[in-house]
């Protein structure tokens, strides 16, 4: 599946501490969400049943605004006020 971490990026974020856990976290789930958008723009290409577009669509709009919170949260992290 597109987006999902691999055994050695979940072996390092295990090791890892803050601020570079909270990092990584971040830029993970960041990559997942990516996936989900992906897996959801394919199912709305194909589909053409108005409950999957109901599902689908406000799933996309979630998916895209929590990525907008991890790049902001990433940002605050690397760069502390």
């Given at each position: 599946?597109?987006?999902?971490?691999?055994?050695?990026e979940?072996?390092?974020?295990?090791?890892?501490v803050?601020?570079e856990?909270?990092?990584?976290?971040?830029?993970?789930?960041?990559?997942?969400?990516?996936?989900?958008?992906?897996?959801?723009?394919?199912?709305?290409?194909r589909?053409?049943?108005?409950?999957?577009?109901?599902?689908a669509?406000?799933?996309?709009?979630?998916?895209?605004s929590?990525?907008?919170?991890?790049?902001?949260?990433?940002?605050?992290?690397?760069?502390?006020?």
């Open positions: 599946m597109p987006g999902m971490a691999g055994a050695a979940m072996a390092r974020l295990r090791k890892a803050s601020p856990v909270d990092v990584l976290y971040c830029e993970l789930m960041t990559r997942h969400h990516l996936g989900g958008i992906m897996m959801v723009d394919a199912v709305l290409a589909t053409d049943r108005e409950q999957v577009r109901d599902l669509e406000p799933m996309r709009t979630g998916q895209r929590e990525i907008t919170l991890f790049e902001k949260l990433t940002e605050r992290i690397k760069n502390p006020a």
